[in-house]
């Protein structure tokens, strides 16, 4: 026995005299080393079972991390970039080592730099929850681009909190097609407004149903 836990068992046959107290009294620190040796190696099995286990762990997060189609990033408490993947160094024409020499606010556009300090300061906190929102960020030779935020913390096993992990997407074309969808929508309408006449945008479905969506 060791630490109270029985981690093995010898067997004792064939002895002519027989077996007593005094016998075994004599043996048991013979026992107890062998106990202890016998402890020590599966201590030792467990823990390199446990390492093995957590590099695992660690390389399909890395290898998740690094081929995620989208920007992430680990973003400390003082807003900082704790770790990015190559997606976001491509989004933002910046390296690796740049970035992580540098806060989510400097590569942000001066009019959103501070979009996301709320929602920092209210997980760092403590407080759990996800945001999402929209803000611009820059690249490296200042070209302002759309992106969409979601932010998650991550606590430690006492509940503080470590590190957010912010998904950035780039939805600059989708933003741009709508800006360019409004300003067309507002000339159609500027336009029809002044046509001297009916101007009607009639719909028929595939029941014969008649709508006008616009007049």
């Given at each position: 026995h060791y630490g109270g836990e029985m981690v093995g068992m010898i067997g004792l046959a064939n002895r002519r005299p027989g077996y007593d107290r005094a016998l075994l009294d004599a043996l048991e620190p013979l026992f107890q080393s062998m106990a202890g040796i016998v402890a020590a190696v599966q201590l030792d099995r467990r823990r390199r079972r446990a390492e093995d286990e957590l590099r695992a762990s660690e390389e399909r997060w890395r290898t998740s991390f690094e081929r995620a189609g989208i920007g992430l990033a680990q973003v400390g408490a003082d807003g900082r970039f704790v770790e990015v993947n190559?997606?976001?160094?491509?989004?933002?024409?910046?390296?690796?080592?740049?970035?992580?020499?540098?806060?989510?606010?400097?590569?942000?556009?001066?009019?959103?730099?501070?979009?996301?300090?709320?929602?920092?300061?209210?997980?760092?906190?403590?407080?759990?929850?996800?945001?999402?929102?929209?803000?611009?960020?820059?690249?490296?030779?200042?070209?302002?681009?759309?992106?969409?935020?979601?932010?998650?913390?991550?606590?430690?096993?006492?509940?503080?909190?470590?590190?957010?992990?912010t998904g950035i997407v780039d939805i600059d074309q989708r933003k741009r097609a709508e800006a360019a969808l409004r300003e067309r929508e507002a000339a159609f309408t500027k336009l029809a407004d002044r046509v001297p006449g009916v101007l009607l945008q009639f719909h028929v479905d595939a029941g014969g149903r008649t709508t006008v969506p616009y007049a």
């Open positions: 190559a997606r976001l160094c491509a989004m933002l024409g910046r390296s690796r080592e740049a970035l992580l020499a540098l806060t989510y606010r400097d590569v942000s556009h001066p009019d959103d730099a501070d979009l996301g300090t709320p929602v920092l300061q209210r997980m760092a906190a403590g407080e759990p929850g996800e945001a999402i929102f929209e803000k611009r960020y820059l690249r490296a030779d200042g070209t302002p681009f759309w992106t969409q935020v979601s932010v998650a913390p991550v606590f430690d096993a006492d509940g503080r909190f470590r590190h957010t992990t």
